[in-house]
């Protein structure tokens, strides 16, 4: 414990070294299954539709995050990893949903457009999410992954809308169907 501000105790992040070698094999066993997710990806995608496993990976997602603005001790941090395990779920899902739904000869375009929504995304949430934690770490150092798990309403209620708007009946048909090649040719 350090004396922190106005004199009150607060906990240290230090870790004791055998709890940073520990912690250190649980990220490359961390890493390791998620190099292996689209293991899960494949068994689950015979149990259940494509939106559903997309809402488990987002849940589990924020759940994890929720965990780790109230986790306080070694063993709390170190079970936090264990929803994050669904955390790269929802994008291989949610790109393959997307795919399914524009012309064979958009897909360069919207892989081009994800990367760069992704690439914005990760710039724009370092800098925004810094501040935020500079502004917050005084009264409450676990603002910001609470503040990430509320922000994670938004693509639930965006999956469960297309859910409601029956993506199952279209059956990922495209929105615009493709010209047949009697359209194309010139005569």
């Known amino acids: 414990m350090y004396t922190g501000e106005y004199g009150k105790k607060q906990a240290t992040t230090a870790w004791h070294p055998r709890a940073i070698f520990l912690s250190a094999k649980r990220t490359k066993a961390a890493q390791f299954l998620h190099s292996k997710s689209f293991l899960g990806i494949w068994f689950f995608s015979y149990c259940m539709e494509d939106i559903y496993m997309a809402l488990i990976g987002v849940l589990t997602t924020m759940v994890g995050m929720a965990m780790t ?7 709390m941090m170190l079970l936090v990893r264990l929803p994050f395990l669904f955390t790269i779920v929802p994008l291989s899902v949610l790109r393959s949903m997307m795919s399914k739904v524009v012309r064979s000869t958009e897909q360069g375009t ?18 925004t999410f810094n501040g ?16 990430s798990a509320g922000l994670l309403i938004i ?24 010209e047949s090649s009697e359209d194309t040719s010139d005569s």
């Open 69 to 75: 603005a109230f986790a306080r001790t070694t063993l």
């Open 110 to 127: 919207l892989f081009a457009c994800i990367a760069f929504l992704e690439t914005l995304g990760g710039v724009t949430a370092v800098s």
């Open 132 to 147: 935020i934690y500079s502004a917050t770490v005084a009264w409450y150092p676990g603002f910001t992954f609470l503040l």
């Open 155 to 178: 693509p639930v209620i965006s999956l469960c809308v297309v859910k409601c708007r029956s993506w199952d009946k279209r059956s990922n048909t495209l929105l615009i169907q493709e």
